[in-house]
């Protein structure tokens, strides 16, 4: 013990014979490091607190234009735990000014008493606001007056720090999945649109076999529906029921809510009401699986099965309101099977996703870094070809019947096999002219795509 100690303070030594460095040479300087009793001072779970909160000290330094020498930053991890000391730069507050703003960084933060944000004058003084701080664990009493009366155990400070560091950590790593799934789901909306040439759909420069809507009604569309997806990321993080259908009541009280503000936005057209579905579920159970560490492809069949249950029978086997029957209730009465649209798609765990489109998109992007127009293109029409030639549009058979729906899908497969053939072209234009004389619009086929390239890019970031 008195070996470690002894290391302890020449460690402590070397940080002042630092911070007095930088006071001969005329300046000031801040400093940051945890209070950890005991030992260890730092192990991996201590030292990624320390990295964010000195990411958030930047953050904070620079937002108040608080500047520092970046050059002669000095960061380590020894004996004594982590430390950081950089030299401030001429800033237009006071060294008492830049001592306060320190101190409501340590007074707000979830790990604020853990802190240790001192700040040296340029005679290498401390600067002091005078202030006693509380107590870490009893936020009642003086610290030093607590640490002198030995109030609280040694096992019990360090075991509220574990929970307080877990838990810190745990809300960073709940906010950055959630954000990256929020932004994939927004980017794989934008990309199906802008996704050019398609058949029938909606793109940069066509209106496809659409005479109510455009490229700019899926913008507005997909960016008012943009707020809602980190809502329903963050409600599948947090989802700690066993039973997911649970879960249900909420995820439609979201997709209603997302719905009333895509018809308002798009003055009643309905631009996204498949994606809407597909992705607030693809949302839920992504998160749901990587807030527990376990993602994978089957893990989400299985649990989107889970959630889901007997979706067709419940949704469309019987009326949910009275009136006339939905164009889905009418394809499931007439042909069975083959009409239960996106809710047997659902149902069955997604099987024109896994078993078609994310083949595809991985055989193009699986080991891509970094993806542009060009390469996109190239994956999502292959992939868009793979979902219209399996997938029963349930809108094309109501609007057009069986022939039409599996002329599409002959004439989609046909390009599909030969997408990387000198025919291709012609076969693709083709599938347009099809899709343009018998004014049909695959749009189940373009939120799969969506769906598709959002699970593609989980599985990737996140598996």
Same mark, same amino acid.
């Given at each position: ?27 000031? #300087? ?53 430390? =950081?000391?950089?030299?401030? !730069? ?91 799934? +929020?932004?994939?789901? !927004?980017? @794989? /909306? ?32 997909? @960016? ?22 649970? +879960? ?40 749901? /699986? ?12 299985? !649990?989107?099965?889970?959630?889901? %249950? $007997? ?9 949910? =309101? &009275?009136? $006339?029957?939905?164009? %889905? ?19 069955? %765990? ?12 991985? @055989? ?11 390469? !996109?293109?190239?994956? /999502?029409?292959?992939? /868009?070809? +793979?979902?219209?030639? &399996? $997938? ?25 096999? $030969? ?14 002219? =099809? ?16 769906? #598709? ?9 996140? +598996?």
């Amino acid at each position: 013990m008195s070996d470690v100690l002894g290391k302890i303070l020449k460690a402590r030594d070397q940080r002042s014979v630092l911070r007095k460095g930088i006071s001969e040479s005329g300046q000031e #300087s801040l400093s940051l490091n945890l209070n950890i009793p005991g030992f260890p001072k730092s192990d991996d779970k201590i030292h990624s607190c320390f990295k964010q909160v000195l990411a958030e000290l930047k953050r904070h330094l620079l937002s108040h234009r608080i500047l520092i020498d970046s050059k002669q930053e000095h960061c380590a991890v020894d004996v004594a735990g982590d430390f =950081y000391l950089v030299p401030l !730069l001429e800033n237009s507050y006071s060294i008492d000014e830049i001592k306060q703003i320190t101190e409501k960084f340590e007074e707000t933060h979830s790990l604020g008493r853990l802190l240790d944000v001192d700040i040296t004058n340029s005679k290498g003084g401390p600067v002091s606001s005078g202030k006693a701080k509380l107590c870490y664990f009893c936020n009642e009493k003086p610290a030093l007056v607590c640490m002198r009366e030995q109030n609280h155990s040694y096992a019990d400070i360090r075991q509220k720090i574990t929970e307080d560091m877990d838990q810190y950590l745990s809300l960073i790593r709940k906010d950055e999945v959630c954000k990256s799934l +929020a932004s994939n789901a !927004l980017k @794989s /909306l934008l990309h199906e649109v802008a996704l050019s040439p398609k058949p029938g759909l909606v793109d940069r420069n066509s209106n496809g076999s659409h005479d109510d809507m455009d490229f700019s009604t899926f913008i507005d569309s997909a @960016s008012v529906l943009s707020v809602y997806f980190k809502e329903i990321a963050e409600y599948g993080f947090s989802y700690t029921n066993k039973d997911l259908k649970e +879960a249900l009541p909420e995820l439609r009280r979201i997709g209603l809510l997302m719905e009333e503000d895509m018809f308002r936005e798009t003055n009643g057209i309905n631009t996204h009401k498949g994606a809407i579905f597909l992705l607030g579920f693809s949302l839920f159970v992504s998160a749901h /699986l990587i807030a527990k560490r376990s993602f994978s492809y089957q893990a989400f069949v299985d !649990l989107i099965k889970d959630l889901n %249950g $007997n979706l067709v029978e419940r949704e469309l086997g019987r009326k949910l =309101y &009275n009136g $006339n029957q939905t164009h %889905g209730e009418v394809c499931f009465e007439k042909y069975g099977t083959k009409g239960q649209g996106i809710r047997g798609e659902i149902q069955a %765990g997604l099987p024109s996703v896994f078993q078609h489109a994310i083949p595809v998109l991985e @055989s193009h992007l699986q080991n891509k870094q970094r993806t542009d127009d060009k390469i !996109l293109h190239k994956s /999502l029409t292959h992939a /868009l070809l +793979a979902l219209i030639a &399996n $997938n029963d549009d349930s809108n094309i058979l109501y609007r057009k019947g069986v022939e039409v729906l599996d002329g599409l899908k002959q004439k989609a497969n046909e390009a599909f096999l $030969n997408f990387e053939n000198d025919q291709f072209e012609v076969l693709y234009n083709d599938l347009i002219d =099809y899709c343009e004389k018998n004014h049909i619009s695959p749009g189940g086929s373009a939120d799969l795509l969506a769906v #598709s390239y959002f699970i593609f890019t989980a599985n990737k970031q996140h +598996a």
